[in-house]
């Protein structure tokens, strides 16, 4: 069973930086395109990175050069590394887990509140 726990949420003041953490069971990670989602209250979910089964790391455009995305296959743990947060970027941040391959199906973790003030 896979099984995707994150942590690291909080919160935090605008400016300031959090690092989430996605705990993955099994092989899943270093045989998946993991992704980085969020939702905001009212708003939909949203991607935030992709990193894809080819290894290339995708952005969206709202978090380009502010947000890090990164993985250790050793350690089965997928990372966010969040900068220069502002208060849009509150929401609950969840991690997926798309195998490779396999097409319109994700694992999901249960999310980790980020509460950006001003």
């Known amino acids: 069973q896979v099984e995707l726990v994150e942590s690291g949420g909080g919160s935090v003041q605008a400016g300031g930086s959090l690092k989430l953490s996605c705990a993955a069971s099994?092989?899943?990670?270093?045989?998946?395109?993991m992704d980085w989602y969020r939702q905001a209250p009212g708003k939909e979910r949203e991607l935030v990175s992709t990193?894809?089964?080819?290894?290339?790391?995708i952005y969206a455009n709202s978090v380009k050069g502010r947000f890090t995305a990164s993985r250790d296959n050793a350690k089965k743990t997928l990372y966010l590394q969040m900068d220069s947060l502002r208060t849009e970027d509150t929401a609950v941040y969840y991690c997926a887990a798309r195998p490779c391959g396999v097409v319109n199906f994700r694992y999901w973790g249960q999310g980790t509140q980020v509460t950006v003030s001003s």
């Open positions: 099994g092989n899943i990670l270093s045989s998946s395109e």
């Open positions: 990193i894809t089964c080819l290894g290339t790391t």
